[in-house]
């Protein structure tokens, strides 16, 4: 893998996506772990 130069602001935008991907996917997780628990009622 080769380098590759980016302005702070375009780093700091990709570090933003980081952390939002990564709380999606801890919620998404925790979602299905709560739906195989029978934490989940269907209405």
Request: hydrophobic share 30%.
């Amino acid at each position: 893998m080769g380098t590759v130069t980016i302005s702070s602001e375009e780093y700091e935008r990709l570090k933003r996506v980081e952390r939002v991907d990564k709380e999606l996917i801890e919620d998404i997780s925790k979602g299905i772990k709560d739906i195989s628990e029978g934490k989940i009622k269907e209405i």
